[in-house]
């Protein structure tokens, strides 16, 4: 079997077939966000199932394609379509693509999704700046032999989401009336979404929002060396303040809605950086 440094390599070769330049920045659209694209000037799109060793992107809403474009003179890769241990894969193969973005030369991992509130005081369609995570997915993509060439056996998360990166998105807000809020995200396996038991047990932990992707990613980036920052759409208030069934549709259909406000923060954030 070939080392994951080796498959790395072929996918970049392939993609640097077709596309030529260092890139900067890589973004990760999550739920119901595939129109956020319209944040760059698209040169180029890869579907993942044509790049040599990328999984499929199964879940709803994720098109599973790499775009290449660029915005304020940086070089932007967007994965439109996030992978998922839910789907079936493990969470190196979910975190794939965030090794091939840096080979392809990214400095900074924004990572965005949707989540479910575990505070009262937040509402369906706020965006919550990521501050710290809880990984409670039972595992982590950097379990096995490391490969130090890629980053240390044991990386630190002291600043996980890059502290700069918070301040540089709370002026923004401040600046363009946006509300702003900073939160702990908790991450779990899936798919099945959280009991009224299991969300008191995460707001007791310290979780301000819940969701079912992003720590991995987070860690891989971290491991690699990335600045990162994490966006949460919060699209639906859990069981603690909620009693009726959560549906899937409403849930993109609200990150849908949040769209017209990420895209004025990130595309002001990387006028910033």
Not at 53 to 62: C, G, L
Not at 122 to 139: F, P, Q, R
Not at 184 to 198: F, H, I, K, M, R
């Amino acid at each position: 079997m070939k080392k994951i440094s080796s498959l790395i390599t072929e996918s970049v070769n392939f993609i640097r077939k077709r596309y030529k330049a260092q890139a900067d920045v890589g973004i990760i659209l999550g739920t119901g966000l595939n129109e956020l694209k319209h944040i760059m000037d698209i040169n180029l799109e890869i579907p993942y199932h044509e790049i040599p060793h990328f999984k499929t992107s199964t879940a709803p809403s994720h098109h599973g394609k790499m775009l290449f474009g660029t915005f304020n003179e940086k070089n932007i890769i967007i994965m439109q379509g996030r992978l998922h241990c839910y789907e079936g894969y493990s969470a190196l193969e979910t975190t794939y693509p965030v090794f091939v973005m840096n080979g392809l030369g990214i400095k900074t991992l924004i990572l965005t999704n949707a989540v479910g509130s575990l505070d009262e005081d937040l509402k369906i369609g706020d965006i919550i700046v990521i501050k710290d995570h809880i990984n409670l997915s039972g595992t982590n993509p950097l379990v096995g032999e490391n490969d130090s060439g890629f980053g240390p056996r044991f990386p630190s998360m002291h600043d996980a989401y890059h502290k700069k990166y918070r301040q540089i998105m709370q002026k923004i807000c401040v600046k363009k009336d946006i509300f702003f809020k900073e939160g702990v995200y908790v991450g779990l396996l899936g798919p099945s979404l959280e009991t009224a038991a299991e969300c008191r047990m995460l707001k007791t932990i310290g979780g301000d929002m819940v969701g079912l992707s992003t720590v991995h990613e987070v860690i891989v980036g971290v491991y690699l060396g990335l600045k990162i920052l994490g966006i949460s759409t919060i699209t639906n208030l859990s069981n603690l303040f909620h009693s009726e069934t959560h549906a899937q549709s409403n849930i993109e259909e609200v990150a849908k809605k949040a769209q017209t406000k990420l895209k004025v923060l990130m595309q002001n954030f990387l006028k910033e950086i």
